[in-house]
């Protein structure tokens, strides 16, 4: 069985892919100092807890577990905090991402799928984005993930790695069967805070800027289902290490909802309307982010299949309600 090393494999996305490892006949091993992750989470084979930037650990674990293909997702990813404190960033999802390139190449380990982000294009010239779209991050968050998409092109060029920077658009939903969702702490994204708005768990939604050039003023997001990101992952990792060319990919569905949207499709899910109060523009937010998701379709052979927004929220609902 091919083992794959899970960098972040006890977040969020992270579990998910693991569970689609499993599904398709891969040994998932996770790297996860669960600074921000759950020991729960990682049900699909083994956990090592342990820091990325640990080389020592890096390097017996690679060779050891006899690791032949690396996902990686662990990194910071609050952007405000960002803004505050770009060296912590910077350390994480840059430096430790170079020391896992390295002990990748020390190991002779040449596949890494990379959990990249629209954060990367910044504010977008238009919708929906293609991949050459200028890349242009409004904050260190994006800038961390452009810096590692970078190297990763002139690591793949001088030293034979191969690589797939996937670009997620606004990840949502949970595992359908209920064995994994979504649970950060501090929670910032919509999905997870609407309905427990909804569930009167959390105070009412702040609708952050009602003025945006939308048609109902709330800003728009391409939301894409988790476990439809996990399933691109597996296609990009056997693509790599069948020898196909690296790729930068968007993971989105190509169709946008604003956050009013999401709050009446949150309610229709619950059967009551989700509390919630108008509130100033959060900074660095640009109006509307779609993909042009044609690519990862084309060279991946991805189709997003849970990803309408009945599926998305009943999926989070059912983890949530948990
Ligand atoms: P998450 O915080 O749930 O998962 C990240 C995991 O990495 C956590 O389990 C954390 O404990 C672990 N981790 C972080 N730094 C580590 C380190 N130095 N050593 C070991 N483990 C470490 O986040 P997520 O939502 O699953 O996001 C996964 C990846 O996808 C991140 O790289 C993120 O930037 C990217 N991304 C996420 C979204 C989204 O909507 N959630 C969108 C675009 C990109
Ligand atoms: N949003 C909001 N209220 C919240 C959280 C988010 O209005 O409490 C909006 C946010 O401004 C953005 C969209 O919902 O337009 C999605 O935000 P999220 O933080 O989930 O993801 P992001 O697009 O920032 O990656």
């Not at 674990?61 to 960002?82: C, D, N, P, R």
Request: with cysteine; charged share 20%.
């Amino acid at each position: 069985m091919t083992r794959v090393l899970v960098a972040g494999g006890a977040g969020y996305i992270g579990s998910h892919a693991c569970k689609a490892l499993a599904r398709a006949g891969f040994m998932p091993v996770t790297l996860d100092s669960l600074i921000n992750g759950h020991e729960q989470a990682v049900r699909w084979g083994p956990l090592v807890k342990g820091d990325l930037g640990d080389r020592a650990l890096l390097g017996r674990l690679l060779t050891e577990e006899k690791i032949e293909a690396v996902m990686h997702f662990a990194a910071y990813l609050y952007v405000g905090e960002s803004v505050e404190q770009p060296a912590k960033y910077y350390a994480n999802n840059v430096t430790n991402t170079l020391g896992l390139l390295d002990a990748m190449r020390d190991a002779g380990i040449s596949s890494i799928v990379f959990s990249s982000s629209a954060a990367t294009y910044g504010t977008p010239e238009r919708n929906p984005i293609p991949e050459d779209h200028p890349q242009l991050p409004i904050n260190p968050y994006g800038e961390t993930k452009l810096a590692v998409e970078r190297a990763l092109k002139w690591y793949g060029g001088a030293y034979g790695i191969r690589w797939a920077a996937l670009r997620y658009f606004n990840a949502a939903g949970a595992d359908p069967d209920g064995e994994t969702g979504e649970a950060h702490d501090p929670e910032t994204h919509l999905v997870p805070l609407v309905l427990e708005a909804g569930m009167g768990k959390r105070p009412p939604v702040k609708l952050f800027g009602t003025d945006y050039p939308t048609p109902d003023g709330t800003a728009v997001r391409d939301y894409v289902h988790v476990s439809d990101l996990a399933d691109a992952h597996v296609l990009a990792l056997k693509r790599l290490m069948a020898g196909g060319e690296s790729l930068a990919a968007n993971l989105g569905t190509g169709d946008g909802y604003s956050v009013r949207q999401i709050l009446d499709e949150a309610g229709r899910a619950l059967g009551s309307p989700i509390p919630h109060e108008n509130a100033p523009r959060r900074a660095g937010d640009p109006a509307e982010l779609v993909a042009d998701p044609s690519l990862a379709m084309r060279e991946l052979g991805w189709k997003p299949t849970r990803s309408d927004l009945p599926t998305i929220l009943k999926t989070a609902l059912a983890w949530h309600r948990r």
